[in-house]
């Protein structure tokens, strides 16, 4: 299985930015899709996450700022991610259960 993200960058702060992840080599549904991150010195934590019925997880930081979207014939989750602050730069990786985990993709948001 192998997952491939892109959407990464920098990005001004109050900005908005999407991440997408495609999973291949998968020949069975996928339950859960969804996103991680780790911040410098911090451990990685859950962004959002999507079951294949559209139930959605979102870590407490998000405050409906952020999105997330699966197509589950496609085997693709994106992330949409609005009003970016500064603690929002980290690595953010791609999972689907397994689990599997995407090389992670940087989003440094800054002024």
């Known amino acids: 299985v192998q997952l491939q993200a892109c959407g990464g ?46 139930s959605t997880t979102y870590g407490d930081f998000v405050k409906g700022r952020f999105t997330i979207s699966r197509d589950s014939a496609k085997n693709t989750v994106d992330l949409q991610m609005n009003s970016l602050r500064s603690e929002d730069t980290a690595v953010y990786y791609c999972y689907i259960t397994g689990p599997y985990w995407g090389r992670g993709t940087q989003v440094t948001v800054s002024s």
Request: glycine share 16%; hydrophobic share 35%.
């Open 9 to 54: 960058g920098w990005v001004q702060t109050g900005r908005s930015l999407r991440l997408s992840c495609v999973a291949s080599g998968s020949d069975f549904g996928i339950h859960i899709m969804g996103w991680y991150r780790r911040a410098p010195g911090k451990q990685r934590e859950l962004v959002a996450t999507m079951t294949r019925s559209g």
